[in-house]
Protein backbone atom coordinates (compact mmCIF):
# COMPACT_ATOMS: atom_id res chain seq x y z
CA UNK A 1 0.00 0.00 0.00
CA UNK A 2 1.36 4.01 -0.69
CA UNK A 3 2.09 5.27 2.65
CA UNK A 4 1.98 9.01 3.72
CA UNK A 5 3.81 9.96 6.73
CA UNK A 6 3.27 13.40 8.78
CA UNK A 7 4.93 14.35 12.35
CA UNK A 8 2.63 13.86 14.91
CA UNK A 9 2.50 17.92 15.90
CA UNK A 10 4.31 21.05 14.99
CA UNK A 11 4.28 24.11 17.81
CA UNK A 12 4.60 27.54 16.44
CA UNK A 13 3.81 31.35 17.98
CA UNK A 14 1.51 33.31 16.20
CA UNK A 15 3.02 35.01 13.20
CA UNK A 16 5.94 32.93 12.68
CA UNK A 17 5.53 30.63 10.03
CA UNK A 18 4.57 27.04 10.41
CA UNK A 19 5.65 23.91 8.09
CA UNK A 20 3.62 20.58 7.99
CA UNK A 21 5.42 17.83 5.91
CA UNK A 22 3.90 14.73 4.14
CA UNK A 23 6.38 12.02 2.48
CA UNK A 24 5.47 9.45 -0.17
CA UNK A 25 7.45 6.03 0.70
CA UNK A 26 7.40 5.03 -2.75
CA UNK A 27 7.75 6.34 -6.40
CA UNK A 28 6.02 7.87 -8.50
CA UNK A 29 4.69 10.19 -6.05
CA UNK A 30 1.58 11.34 -6.99
CA UNK A 31 -0.70 15.07 -6.30
CA UNK A 32 -0.92 15.85 -2.83
CA UNK A 33 -3.78 17.88 -1.23
CA UNK A 34 -4.10 19.04 2.25
CA UNK A 35 -7.16 19.72 4.69
CA UNK A 36 -7.51 21.64 7.70
CA UNK A 37 -9.64 20.05 10.42
CA UNK A 38 -11.18 21.62 13.62
CA UNK A 39 -12.93 19.64 16.30
CA UNK A 40 -16.42 19.16 15.13
CA UNK A 41 -16.23 20.40 11.45
CA UNK A 42 -16.01 18.82 8.50
CA UNK A 43 -12.63 19.29 7.15
CA UNK A 44 -11.58 21.76 4.95
CA UNK A 45 -9.82 21.30 1.46
CA UNK A 46 -6.92 23.87 1.86
CA UNK A 47 -4.23 23.25 -1.04
CA UNK A 48 -4.70 20.80 -4.35
CA UNK A 49 -2.56 19.58 -6.76
CA UNK A 50 0.55 19.91 -4.50
CA UNK A 51 0.45 24.02 -4.45
CA UNK A 52 -2.65 25.19 -5.87
CA UNK A 53 -4.97 27.04 -3.41
CA UNK A 54 -8.90 27.00 -3.68
CA UNK A 55 -10.69 30.22 -3.49
CA UNK A 56 -11.99 31.62 -0.12
CA UNK A 57 -8.38 30.08 1.23
CA UNK A 58 -5.84 32.62 2.75
CA UNK A 59 -2.83 33.20 1.13
CA UNK A 60 -0.66 32.34 3.83
CA UNK A 61 -1.47 29.02 3.33
CA UNK A 62 0.70 27.74 0.67
CA UNK A 63 2.25 24.28 -0.61
CA UNK A 64 5.49 22.89 -1.92
CA UNK A 65 6.80 19.42 -3.42
CA UNK A 66 10.08 18.34 -3.62
CA UNK A 67 11.19 14.49 -4.71
CA UNK A 68 8.95 12.21 -2.71
CA UNK A 69 7.76 15.47 0.44
CA UNK A 70 5.61 17.72 0.07
CA UNK A 71 5.18 20.48 2.17
CA UNK A 72 2.22 22.96 3.70
CA UNK A 73 3.68 26.15 4.45
CA UNK A 74 1.69 28.56 7.25
CA UNK A 75 2.97 32.14 6.77
CA UNK A 76 2.48 34.41 9.82
CA UNK A 77 0.26 31.61 11.75
CA UNK A 78 -2.70 32.50 13.33
CA UNK A 79 -4.40 31.64 16.31
CA UNK A 80 -7.71 30.19 14.42
CA UNK A 81 -5.30 28.27 12.06
CA UNK A 82 -5.04 25.64 15.08
CA UNK A 83 -6.04 22.46 14.00
CA UNK A 84 -5.24 19.34 12.81
CA UNK A 85 -4.00 18.69 8.79
CA UNK A 86 -4.07 15.27 6.76
CA UNK A 87 -2.29 14.99 3.34
CA UNK A 88 -4.12 12.93 0.62
CA UNK A 89 -2.58 11.35 -2.24
CA UNK A 90 -3.61 8.02 -4.73
CA UNK A 91 -2.19 5.16 -5.88
CA UNK A 92 -0.34 5.05 -9.08
CA UNK A 93 -3.33 3.72 -10.75
CA UNK A 94 -5.48 6.99 -9.46
CA UNK A 95 -8.07 4.69 -8.01
CA UNK A 96 -7.04 4.22 -4.30
CA UNK A 97 -7.01 7.21 -1.77
CA UNK A 98 -4.62 7.18 1.20
CA UNK A 99 -4.03 10.17 3.87
CA UNK A 100 -0.78 10.97 6.25
CA UNK A 101 -1.84 10.03 9.99
CA UNK A 102 -2.47 13.57 10.64
CA UNK A 103 -0.50 16.82 12.15
CA UNK A 104 -2.06 18.61 14.94
CA UNK A 105 -0.92 22.47 15.05
CA UNK A 106 -0.44 24.10 17.91
CA UNK A 107 -0.40 27.81 18.20
CA UNK A 108 1.69 28.72 20.96
CA UNK B 1 -22.73 24.94 -2.36
CA UNK B 2 -23.09 21.19 -1.58
CA UNK B 3 -23.76 20.18 1.91
CA UNK B 4 -23.22 16.48 3.38
CA UNK B 5 -25.19 15.10 5.97
CA UNK B 6 -24.57 11.63 7.75
CA UNK B 7 -27.30 9.88 9.53
CA UNK B 8 -27.70 6.66 11.29
CA UNK B 9 -26.75 4.84 14.80
CA UNK B 10 -24.19 5.85 16.88
CA UNK B 11 -24.22 2.32 18.72
CA UNK B 12 -23.66 -1.08 16.87
CA UNK B 13 -23.52 -4.35 18.46
CA UNK B 14 -20.52 -6.64 17.38
CA UNK B 15 -20.85 -8.67 14.71
CA UNK B 16 -23.59 -6.75 13.26
CA UNK B 17 -23.66 -4.49 10.51
CA UNK B 18 -23.27 -0.92 10.50
CA UNK B 19 -25.64 1.07 8.55
CA UNK B 20 -24.99 5.16 7.72
CA UNK B 21 -26.55 7.29 5.15
CA UNK B 22 -25.57 10.91 3.31
CA UNK B 23 -27.98 13.09 2.15
CA UNK B 24 -26.86 15.37 -0.30
CA UNK B 25 -28.19 18.70 -0.78
CA UNK B 26 -27.44 21.80 -2.40
CA UNK B 27 -26.24 19.62 -5.53
CA UNK B 28 -27.09 16.23 -7.28
CA UNK B 29 -26.06 12.94 -7.28
CA UNK B 30 -25.88 12.32 -10.69
CA UNK B 31 -23.46 15.29 -11.28
CA UNK B 32 -21.00 13.79 -13.71
CA UNK B 33 -17.01 13.89 -12.15
CA UNK B 34 -18.17 13.11 -8.77
CA UNK B 35 -17.82 10.34 -6.67
CA UNK B 36 -19.42 9.91 -3.26
CA UNK B 37 -17.27 8.52 -0.60
CA UNK B 38 -17.07 7.21 2.52
CA UNK B 39 -13.87 7.89 5.20
CA UNK B 40 -13.53 7.17 9.04
CA UNK B 41 -11.22 8.26 11.37
CA UNK B 42 -10.41 5.98 14.49
CA UNK B 43 -9.91 7.93 17.63
CA UNK B 44 -6.65 9.21 17.95
CA UNK B 45 -5.51 7.97 14.24
CA UNK B 46 -5.61 9.46 10.99
CA UNK B 47 -7.78 9.62 8.05
CA UNK B 48 -8.68 5.98 6.25
CA UNK B 49 -10.49 6.25 2.52
CA UNK B 50 -12.84 3.35 2.93
CA UNK B 51 -14.91 3.39 -0.49
CA UNK B 52 -16.81 5.53 -2.79
CA UNK B 53 -19.17 4.87 -5.37
CA UNK B 54 -20.15 6.82 -8.89
CA UNK B 55 -24.00 7.53 -9.84
CA UNK B 56 -23.71 4.90 -12.26
CA UNK B 57 -23.31 2.41 -9.09
CA UNK B 58 -19.56 1.34 -9.78
CA UNK B 59 -17.74 1.36 -7.23
CA UNK B 60 -13.87 1.13 -5.79
CA UNK B 61 -13.37 0.16 -1.61
CA UNK B 62 -10.29 -0.13 0.30
CA UNK B 63 -8.42 -3.55 -0.47
CA UNK B 64 -8.06 -4.10 3.26
CA UNK B 65 -12.12 -3.76 3.95
CA UNK B 66 -13.51 -5.17 0.44
CA UNK B 67 -14.97 -8.14 1.48
CA UNK B 68 -16.80 -6.50 4.39
CA UNK B 69 -18.09 -3.18 2.56
CA UNK B 70 -20.94 -2.23 0.65
CA UNK B 71 -21.69 1.34 -0.59
CA UNK B 72 -25.11 1.77 -2.72
CA UNK B 73 -26.58 5.11 -3.75
CA UNK B 74 -30.07 6.11 -3.95
CA UNK B 75 -30.01 8.57 -6.97
CA UNK B 76 -34.00 9.37 -6.31
CA UNK B 77 -33.41 10.57 -2.76
CA UNK B 78 -30.21 12.14 -3.80
CA UNK B 79 -28.38 10.30 -0.83
CA UNK B 80 -25.93 7.15 -0.89
CA UNK B 81 -25.12 4.68 1.75
CA UNK B 82 -22.66 2.49 3.73
CA UNK B 83 -23.17 -0.83 4.82
CA UNK B 84 -19.79 -2.41 6.83
CA UNK B 85 -20.61 -6.16 7.68
CA UNK B 86 -19.49 -8.29 10.85
CA UNK B 87 -18.08 -5.28 13.01
CA UNK B 88 -15.61 -5.04 15.75
CA UNK B 89 -14.18 -2.76 18.11
CA UNK B 90 -11.69 -2.21 15.69
CA UNK B 91 -14.47 -0.35 13.64
CA UNK B 92 -15.62 1.72 16.19
CA UNK B 93 -14.83 5.74 14.66
CA UNK B 94 -16.09 8.82 13.10
CA UNK B 95 -17.64 8.31 9.92
CA UNK B 96 -17.33 11.18 7.34
CA UNK B 97 -19.17 11.31 3.63
CA UNK B 98 -17.51 13.20 1.11
CA UNK B 99 -17.33 14.37 -2.39
CA UNK B 100 -14.69 13.37 -4.46
CA UNK B 101 -13.84 15.70 -8.20
CA UNK B 102 -12.65 12.61 -9.74
CA UNK B 103 -10.30 14.28 -12.05
CA UNK B 104 -8.27 16.09 -9.54
CA UNK B 105 -8.86 13.42 -7.29
CA UNK B 106 -9.74 15.13 -4.07
CA UNK B 107 -12.59 15.67 -2.11
CA UNK B 108 -13.91 19.00 -1.95
CA UNK B 109 -17.21 18.64 0.76
CA UNK B 110 -17.46 17.21 3.73
CA UNK B 111 -20.10 15.51 6.50
CA UNK B 112 -19.81 16.80 9.92
CA UNK B 113 -19.22 13.31 10.64
CA UNK B 114 -20.91 10.72 12.79
CA UNK B 115 -18.98 9.02 15.60
CA UNK B 116 -19.74 4.97 15.23
CA UNK B 117 -19.34 2.71 18.49
CA UNK B 118 -19.11 -0.48 18.09
CA UNK B 119 -20.26 -2.45 21.55
CA UNK B 120 -22.35 -5.28 23.41
Known amino acids: SYELTQPPSVSVSPGQTARITCSAD??????AYWYQRKPGQAPVLMIY???KRPSGIPERFSGSSSGTTVTLTISGVQAEDEAEYFC???????????FGGGTKLTVL | QVQLQESGPGLVKPSQTLSLTCIVS??????????WSWIRQHPGKGLEWIGY???????YYHPSLQSRVGISVDTSNNRFSLNLRSVTAADTAVYYC????????????WGQGSLVTVSS
Open chain 1, 88 to 98: QSADITGTYVT
Open chain 1, 49 to 51: KDT
Open chain 2, 98 to 109: ARLFWSDHYFDS
Open chain 1, 26 to 31: ALPKQY
Open chain 2, 53 to 59: IYHSGAT
Open chain 2, 26 to 35: GGSIISDGYY
